[in-house]
């Protein structure tokens, strides 16, 4: 890929007060803020990391967004599953170039652009067609057509069945994901893993109730709390705010019959 930018690339531009603004390149275009605005001009066929002047004198870095950085300044029609939780979501399901994935609850393609960037292979289920719109935008904007081939939305409800067989993977963000362990069952393979990703401990409870009364095995329930660090000179000491509950990480194993 090409490292200098060009039109119709997404630029991440940040400020001396290290807050961050998406851009998408367009020729002509403008960035505005209250200090002044940038030209798009001054970004297309250079280089990522050089430093734009707005007409007022700030100063604006220019980079790629990473994939962490673009999910909390993409176009949301629901919340997302923060990137504390998706890289872990990653390593519990143990995905790999070329594993059949469905995803039920795409929302706004946080959880979906993160399987795909990783080389999976995506079938996302979503009751609301406005979602998953939004999720297919999304996907294709920051993995080009390359990635948008690797992932496919239906709009239908996932407590009504799931169509595709011999997965390699299930991955569950819904209120209610005991309903979907016995069609997970059958659309899995033996050894296949099933993911889930819930806001409450009760919600935790009867999925595990529901787990155990199935071929699911190796149960897990975990959350993952974050913790930034001030580090400036000999003020060395945890960040006030932490990124702490977000939601609790459920994944088991089908075992064969």
């Given at each position: ?6 039109v ?12 961050r603004?998406l851009?998408?390149?367009t020729?002509g ?15 297309i ?11 007022a004198?700030?100063r ?5 967004p990473?994939?962490a950085?673009f ?6 029609g ?12 990653l ?8 594993a ?10 946080a ?7 990783a080389?999976a292979?995506v079938t996302g289920?979503?009751l ?10 999304n ?5 080009g057509?390359?990635?948008a081939e690797r992932?496919r ?16 993977r299930?991955?569950l963000?819904l ?11 059958a ?7 099933m993911?889930a990703?819930?806001?409450?401990i ?6 595990r ?8 095995a ?5 959350e ?32 064969a019959?």
């Amino acid at each position: 890929m090409s490292r200098e930018f060009a039109v119709g690339d997404r630029v991440l531009l940040f400020d001396s007060k290290q807050r961050r603004y998406l851009v998408t390149l367009t020729e002509g275009g403008e960035f505005h803020t209250h200090a002044g605005y940038v030209r798009h001009d001054q970004l297309i066929g250079e280089r990522e990391g050089l430093v734009a002047r707005s007409t007022a004198g700030a100063r604006y870095t220019a980079v790629r967004p990473t994939l962490a950085e673009f999910v909390l300044k993409m176009p949301r029609g629901a919340q997302v599953i923060y990137p504390k939780d998706l890289g872990p979501i990653l390593v519990l399901a143990d995905i790999f170039p070329g594993a059949r994935v469905v995803e039920s609850g795409v929302g706004s393609g946080a959880l979906s652009m993160t399987l795909v960037r990783a080389g999976a292979d995506v079938t996302g289920y979503e009751l609301r067609e406005d979602f998953a719109a939004k999720a297919r935008d999304n996907v294709a904007g920051f993995l080009g057509s390359e990635g948008a081939e690797r992932y496919r939305v239906s709009v239908r409800d996932v407590y009504d069945g799931i169509d595709e067989t011999d997965l390699d993977r299930i991955l569950l963000d819904l209120p209610e994901p005991w309903r979907v362990v016995k069609a997970a069952e059958a659309a899995l393979h033996s050894g296949g893993i099933m993911v889930a990703y819930l806001p409450t401990i009760g919600q935790v409870a009867q999925l595990r109730a529901a787990l155990d009364a199935s071929r699911f095995a190796l149960a897990e329930t975990l959350e993952i709390l974050q913790r930034s660090w001030h580090v400036e000179g000999a003020s060395v000491r945890p960040d006030h705010r932490m990124v702490a509950h977000t939601g609790f990480l459920t994944h088991a194993r089908l075992l064969a019959d």
